[in-house]
């Protein structure tokens, strides 16, 4: 039996009946544009999810104060703390230390004025955190030591103060005081988010929020691996500081990033099972609408069938046209779902998720994955009307009208 023959033919009867054939690949390009779109949708938020993980430091930890409120004292933060983290001697574990404290203030420029967080740190964050600089520099040792009104502005704080404008080299104003940008922050998105203000902590501790508490100790394990030890010398170092008495509960908590990213791939696992299952659904009601358009075909053409059989074709070749013409009608509407979702991820570059931000990513594998579910519909949905078409008698056939 021909192949191209039968495919050809599989195309007349599609075009025969273009209202009914469209009808019944619309559950099939429903389906097919829902499950790619939403595939890709997640590969995007995958994505982002792991730059953004990454961006705030893989194997990083970070040490804050308690929101149990079973404490009953609750000892805040302190630099002191984190030099006892940064000793050597106490924690070999830990390969990094940055302490940070945060505070929201009103920063202008000009006629512009944003609200938006302010950030003390010291030079060992830039270490932890992947900041990219676009201009500029960071903050250094010397600006901490000396308590300048030196800042780094991120890059959506660049844009709501100076547009395109160079930032480097002016100066802003916060807190009635005036701090020169001497570098800014490539975007970074994703969770973390973009409008931040970095200074050195100790200019952040006298000049604007006041005190010399911290809010935040940034650690970074010396390795993947050393990060479970990380964990259990800082436990053991702040209990010890804290005079926390044992069977005590602790007045910090200690956020594992892995832990964190695990938490949310397994939400966004989630929603994209449960988005998809939509897509999986219309691809049933799909290939349930072929089968039924296929078994009226065979009940249209029992007089065609009768009269291929006597004159030689045999049970083989009409089961093979039927299934062939199944998997061309269904392989049809899988390429236009597939070409509605290239279409409509070309509109999905930025879409929010929480505070996640992602588009969708069509990959390969998504598309032969589509095109391969598509004909394999077809070929099930098809595989009853074609053994009824084999099997019919021709006598009987040819008395059909």
Known sequence: MNILESVRTAWKSIF????????TMLGIIIGVSAVVLMVALGNGFQSSLQSTFENLGASALYVSGTTDKTVNIIRPLTFDDAQALADKSLAPAIALVAPTLNKGVSASYGNNNVNVQATGITPVIGEIKKYTLS???FITDQDVAARDNVVVLGWQTTQDLFG?????????????????????I????GFTGDSFILMPLTTMQSKISGGDNIQTIAVKAVSSDQVDNAIAEITS???????????GSD?????????VLNEFQQSLAT???FLSSVGAISLIVGGIGIMNIMLVSVSERTREIGIRKAIGAKRRDILVQFLIEAAVLSLSGGLIGLFLALILSLFLRNVPLGQLTAGAQISAGVVILALAVSIGIGVISGT?????????????SLRHE
Do not use: C, W
């Not at 007045?251 to 594992?256: A, N, S, V, W, Y």
């Open 135 to 137: 201009d500029g520099r």
């Open 164 to 184: 395109s404008q160079s930032a480097v080299g002016n100066s802003i104003r916060i807190a009635g005081g005036r701090y020169q940008v001497v570098g800014t």
């Open 16 to 23: 025969a009946n273009k209202l009914r054939s469209s009808l």
């Open 271 to 273: 929603f994209s099972f």
């Open 384 to 396: 009853y009307p074609a053994f009824r078409a084999a099997r019919l008698d021709p006598i009987e």
């Open 186 to 189: 490539e975007k970074m998105g």
């Open 251 to 259: 007045d910090f908590q200690i956020r594992d990033m892995r832990e």
């Open 237 to 247: 170092i702040m209990r010890a500081r804290h005079y926390t008495m044992p069977g």
